[in-house]
Nanobody, 119 residues
Framework: QVQLVESGGGLVQPGGSLRLSCTTS????????MGWYRQAPGKQRELVAT???????DYGDSVKGRFSISRDNVKNTVYLQLNSLKPADTAVYYC?????????????WGQGTQVTVSS
């Protein structure tokens, strides 16, 4: 079993910044994809950003140019830098890990961290 522990959420004013972190309970030497998703009240969970073990990144359209994802494989940690935050970015942010298996991808989720953007 893999555990994901998130940190870094909080309350920030519009235009401000936050940095989220997610640390896994063990290292992965093979193909894996880590990422962040978010869910606002009454809305479906949506992609924020993903990063592969080879540092290939992908972003949701609403955060391109404002958010940046990175990873530190030595620390088993993925980061999400959130800049130019807007009230629409308010949501619970979930860390995600995908590992390949013979039957498809296996997914693990963190417990979520609240990000609130408000003046």
């Amino acid at each position: 079993q893999v555990q994901l522990v998130e940190s870094g959420g909080g309350l920030v004013q519009p235009g401000g910044s936050l940095r989220l972190s997610c640390t896994t309970s063990r290292m992965f030497s093979s193909l894996n994809v880590m990422g962040w998703y978010r869910q606002a009240p009454g809305k479906q969970r949506e992609l924020v950003a993903t990063i592969t073990d080879s540092d290939r990144t992908d972003y949701g359209d609403s955060v391109k140019g404002r958010f940046s994802i990175s990873r530190d494989n030595v620390k088993n940690t993925v980061y999400l830098q959130l800049n130019s935050l807007k009230p629409a970015d308010t949501a619970v942010y979930y860390c995600n890990l995908r590992l390949p298996s013979t039957t498809g991808w296996i997914q693990y989720w963190g417990q979520g961290t609240q990000v609130t953007v408000s003046s």
